[in-house]
Every structure is written in structure tokens, then in C-alpha cells.
């Protein structure tokens, strides 16, 4: 009598043998969901940007505001044409805009600099960070009058005073940034033998980006309001000059047109601060 054989386990189907697609998943799934929510992100920005328009247009027609509070978008367009084809706009534009990245580059390397520097010992910290906290909450507009008198109205009283505005939230954030790393972390560096340099450079360092980020972009900010600031309050030349003069004769569309060229500059200044800050595998 031959022995009963048992019925041998059901074979899985392969994938699409019930007629449906197989699903995706892996780094593909994640790349495409990625895809579809910058894509939403995108259209929202655009719907917010139409919303924006139309009520500027509702405004300033059936919404009966006067021009003096608010032109209308025809005269904005014409003036932002009529100042773009001009020499003296751009070289304006180019000052400020030397100001600014100079400010910028100073506060930022300082900042970094200092809190890293006082995160490295707990003595340190204990000393410097209630002063640049003081330094980041103080209305720092006070002190630009000592550097109008200290280095006149050029162009060096615009870069020390910015730098100065967004040197504090760099310097807090990269303090605090490099004190919150993780102890254990640096413990695990030095077994596998790691120097003092390497620590700082691959376990400190990266640990304290997104913190040391956050207040670059702070003070990217506040190096553009201080310079544009300083230009309207005392200067012959820049952005912020010609916007308190047009501000002063009461030439409305042109101060719009200049605020329109200024956030653009702010817009691309904050995206290629954001790029250098993203690691690039999340790019």
C-alpha cells in the first residue's frame, strides 16, 4: 500500500497573477509620493498668488480704495517696466545688493564661529549665551546712529550694522545647536578612535545644521531689514534710498514696484540659503 502524500502548501501567486498591478515600493514609492507633494505644494503657492492678485484687483476697482493706499495694478506694472529699463535702478540694485550679501557673510561666518566656539565647553555657554540673547531681543536701530558718526554713510556703516542684526540669532541658534548634541554620539566618535577635528567636523557639526540653519535664515532676514533700514534712514544711494524717496513725493506705484523688486531678491536669497542647508540626499 503506497503512503498518502500531504498535500503540498499552495504556491503564493506572483505578483499581478490576480490580474491587479503589483504595488510599488522602496524608493521609488517614496521618490513619487515626494514628486506629488511638491507638485500640491507648488499649486497652492500659485492659488495664494492669484488670490493675492485678485483681491489687489477687487481693491483698488469695485473695492474703491484710493490710489494713495493702494495703486492699481496697471500704473505697479508700468513703473516696475519703466524703472527695470533704467541704468540708475541697477546700480542701486547693486549696491544694496552688495550690502546685503557682505552683511550677510560676516554675520554668518561670525555667528557660526562664536557659537561654536562657546558650545564646545559648558563654562563657555554658561557665559556667552545670555549675552548674544540679549543681543538677538535689543532694538539694535538704537546704535545706528554711532555708526553713522563712527564710519559716515557709506556703504561700511550699512554692512557692519546688518551684520551686526543678524549676527545674534546665528550665533544663539549655533550655540544651542552644538550644545544639544547628543553626548553619546561624541562617545561613540572616540572609541572608534575619532580626533578632536573629526568630532567637531562629522559629529558636531551635522548634528547642529538644521539648528544652525534655522538662524541663518533668521538673520538673513535681519541683515536685509537693517541694510534696507539703514539706506532709507541715511544714504545717497541703494534700494532702500530710492524707496523712502519715492515714499516722501508720494509716488505710490513706484514705491510697489521697488517693494516688488525687493521681495523677489528676498525669495531667491531664502531658496539658496534653504538649498546649501538641505543635505543633498533630501534635495
Known amino acids: 500500500m503506497s ?12 505578483p499581478g497573477a490576480d490580474g491587479r498591478a503589483p504595488r510599488r515600493t522602496g524608493p521609488r514609492l517614496g521618490r513619487s509620493r515626494a514628486r506629488r507633494q511638491l507638485l500640491a505644494v507648488w499649486l497652492l503657492r500659485a492659488l495664494l498668488l492669484v488670490v493675492v492678485v485678485g483681491a489687489w484687483w477687487y481693491a483698488t476697482g469695485p473695492g474703491g480704495v484710493s490710489p494713495l493706499l493702494l495703486p492699481k495694478l496697471g500704473p505697479v506694472g508700468d513703473r516696475l517696466g519703466a524703472l527695470l529699463g533704467t541704468g540708475q535702478l541697477w546700480s542701486d540694485l547693486g549696491l544694496t545688493v552688495v550690502e546685503i550679501l557682505l552683511a550677510f557673510l ?26 548674544v540673547a540679549w543681543g538677538y531681543m535689543a532694538p539694535l536701530v538704537l546704535f545706528y546712529p554711532l555708526f553713522i558718526a563712527w564710519f559716515d554713510i557709506g556703504m561700511t ?4 550694522y546688518g551684520a ?6 546665528i550665533a544663539f541658534n ?11 554620539h561624541l562617545r561613540v566618535a572616540r572609541a572608534f578612535g575619532a580626533s578632536a577635528v573629526q568630532t567637531d567636523w562629522l559629529v558636531k557639526s551635522r548634528a547642529a545644521l538644521p539648528m544652525v540653519m534655522a538662524g541663518v535664515r ?3 532676514a535681519l541683515d536685509i531689514i537693517a541694510v534696507i533700514l539703514a539706506e532709507m534712514l541715511a544714504s ?14 508720494l509716488q505710490i506705484p ?3 514696484a521697488l517693494i516688488l523688486i525687493l521681495l523677489v531678491f528676498v525669495a531667491l536669497m531664502q531658496l539658496a540659503i534653504q538649498k546649501a542647508g538641505t543635505p543633498r540626499h533630501q534635495q
Not at 503512503?3 to 502548501?9: E, L, S, T
Not at 566656539?117 to 545670555?130: D, M, N, Q, S
Not at 556703516?157 to 557692519?160: M, N, P, R, Y
Open 3 to 14: 503512503p498518502v502524500k500531504a498535500d503540498a502548501a499552495p504556491r503564493p501567486a506572483p
Open 106 to 131: 560676516v554675520s554668518a561666518a561670525a555667528g557660526v564661529l562664536v557659537g561654536f566656539w562657546a558650545g564646545r565647553t559648558e563654562l563657555r555657554a554658561r557665559i556667552v549665551e545670555p549675552l
Open 157 to 160: 556703516s550699512k554692512v557692519l
Open 164 to 169: 551686526l542684526s543678524g549676527f545674534f540669532p
Open 174 to 184: 549655533a550655540l544651542r545647536g552644538f550644545r544639544a548634541v547628543d553626548p553619546r
Open 218 to 220: 533668521v538673520g538673513a
Open 236 to 249: 545717497s544711494r541703494g534700494l532702500g534710498y530710492e524707496l523712502a524717496q519715492a515714499s516722501q513725493t
Open 254 to 256: 513706484d514705491v510697489f
